[in-house]
């Protein structure tokens, strides 16, 4: 069995024991443990920024429920996009999930994206790259995501010990602080 058809496999029991009401879900600071919707295995072949990356055959992906420093915002938008760069496996192989829309305004495949047994969104929030930037009706992990950022926050971690969210990316986007 190949490891796409196995976690394919694994994606489909957690899916079915979400809908039977047993999910086996940890903490919320433990983050989701599998996916609860389907999942289409892809190979990243360039990371954009700290929350997008293209991802062979998708195309670009924006992470869903985060939002990184952009690249401007320096040094935190290279620090983010570098956090990014290591929870990926060397080999690229990941695995996206969809939530309730498929594609941003910009068409970037919007995707909770998962890779060695756990999503990547919700690590770059509980080590402190990411921010929770949650788009209705986008919010299938927003309990998680919210618990990691709580986390990362209290305990000073990644860019929350060097004030880089002092300016959050909506708001560098926006012109409201620089």
Same mark, same amino acid.
């Given at each position: 069995? *190949?490891?796409? /058809? %196995?976690?394919?496999?694994?994606?489909?029991?957690?899916? %079915?024991?979400?809908?039977?009401?047993?999910?086996?879900?940890?903490?919320?600071?433990?983050?989701? *443990?599998?996916?609860? /919707?389907?999942?289409?295995?892809?190979?990243?072949?360039?990371?954009?920024?700290?929350?997008?990356?293209?991802?062979?055959?998708?195309? !670009?992906? !924006?992470?869903?429920?985060?939002? *990184?420093?952009? !690249?401007?915002?320096?040094?935190?938008?290279?620090?983010?996009?570098q956090a990014l760069t290591d929870?990926?496996?060397?080999?690229?192989? #990941?695995? #996206?999930?969809?939530?309730?829309?498929?594609?941003?305004?910009?068409? +970037?495949?919007? !995707?909770?994206? &998962?890779?060695?047994?756990?999503?990547v969104n919700w690590a770059l $929030? +509980?080590?402190?790259?990411?921010?929770?930037? *949650?788009?209705?009706?986008?919010?299938?992990?927003?309990? &998680?995501?919210?618990?990691?950022?709580?986390? %990362?926050?209290?305990?000073?971690?990644?860019? &929350?010990? $060097?004030?880089?969210?002092?300016?959050?990316? $909506?708001?560098? +986007? /926006?012109?409201t602080c620089r």
């Amino acid at each position: 069995m *190949t490891k796409a /058809r %196995a976690f394919l496999l694994a994606a489909g029991v957690a899916s %079915a024991m979400v809908h039977a009401g047993c999910a086996a879900q940890t903490g919320l600071d433990d983050g989701s *443990t599998s996916p609860v /919707r389907e999942v289409l295995a892809c190979t990243v072949t360039r990371i954009v920024d700290g929350d997008t990356l293209d991802c062979d055959p998708v195309g !670009r992906v !924006r992470l869903l429920g985060v939002d *990184t420093p952009e !690249r401007a915002q320096e040094p935190f938008g290279s620090m983010a996009t570098q956090a990014l760069t290591d929870l990926i496996p060397k080999d690229g192989e #990941v695995f #996206v999930e969809a939530d309730v829309e498929d594609r941003d305004r910009y068409d +970037r495949a919007l !995707r909770y994206v &998962w890779a060695e047994g756990r999503m990547v969104n919700w690590a770059l $929030v +509980r080590t402190g790259y990411a921010v929770l930037l *949650t788009y209705p009706p986008n919010v299938q992990y927003v309990d &998680w995501l919210q618990a990691a950022q709580d986390a %990362a926050q209290e305990e000073g971690a990644g860019l &929350w010990s $060097v004030d880089g969210f002092a300016c959050t990316p $909506v708001e560098y +986007r /926006r012109g409201t602080c620089r």
